[in-house]
T-cell receptor, first 115, second 109 residues
Framework: GAGVSQSPRYKVAKRGQDVALRCDPI?????LFWYQQALGQGPEFLTY????????KSGLPSDRFFAERPEGSVSTLKIQRTQQEDSAVYLC?????????????FGAGTRLSVL | DQQVKQNSPSLSVQEGRISILNCDYT??????FLWYKKYPAEGPTFLIS?????DKNEDGRFTVFLNKSAKHLSLHIVPSQPGDSAVYFC????????FGTGTSLTVIP
């Protein structure tokens, strides 16, 4: 695709509900990143994939957060038993090169609101 | 612990004048720096980058300056245009990217 695509754009969840957020990276991009952006803050790193391998998940805030990229393309970020503090914009980015030190291209994000 | 800081949450500039956005960082291991621009309801868009081996990189109206000894990064936009009004994030990379909190730039026609 022409850019990074994320769906849904908006998600409202009741506290305790599980959610799944999808990211379609730019075609051919080997690196994929997930970020969480709280209101008034910059994006904060969650996790990084190189192809299907999750090389860094140090930013995931708890074991309720889980990400996968089984075929090295589309990725899903799953949040179990959502809590109000999970409300944020979740951004996905991809990069054509291996490693996190290269320019990343972002999707528009999924805005999650947990009630 | 904020490793990348943008201390000015907002900036207003007259059209045609220079906009200077500043960013400070604490980690001397950062070796790659970027500026992103963000419009409402959109994801951040890459603007310009600089490697730690350089002190300046220019792309049209946009110039990024890096002062490693001061651990300071700045973005100059000249001349500023109303379409430049957006939130600007600086980011720094070592093993992962760290973003500042953003500066909202308003260019007044």
């Amino acid at each position: 695709g022409a850019g990074v695509s994320q769906s849904p754009r908006y998600k409202v969840a009741k506290r305790g509900q599980d959610v799944a957020l999808r990211c379609d990276p730019i075609s051919g991009h080997v690196s994929l990143f997930w970020y969480q952006q709280a209101l008034g803050q910059g994006p904060e790193f969650l996790t990084y994939f190189q192809n299907e391998a999750q090389l860094d998940k140090s930013g995931l805030p708890s074991d309720r957060f889980f990400a996968e990229r089984p075929e090295g393309s589309v990725s899903t970020l799953k949040i179990q038993r959502t809590q109000q503090e999970d409300s944020a914009v979740y951004l996905c980015a991809s990069s054509s090169t291996r490693g996190p030190g290269a320019t990343q291209y972002f999707g528009a994000g999924t805005r999650l609101s947990v009630l | 612990d904020q490793q990348v800081k943008q201390n000015s949450p907002s900036l207003s500039v007259q059209e045609g004048r220079i906009s200077i956005l500043n960013c400070d960082y604490t980690n001397s291991m950062f070796d790659y720096f970027l500026w992103y621009k963000k419009y409402p309801a959109e994801g951040p868009t890459f603007l310009i980058s600089i490697s730690s081996i350089k002190d300046k990189n220019e792309d049209g109206r946009f110039t990024v300056f890096l002062n490693k000894s001061a651990k300071h990064l700045s973005l100059h936009i000249v001349p500023s245009q109303p379409g430049d009004s957006a939130v600007y994030f600086c980011a720094a990379s070592a093993s992962q990217f760290y973003f500042g909190t953003g500066t909202s730039l308003t260019v007044i026609p």
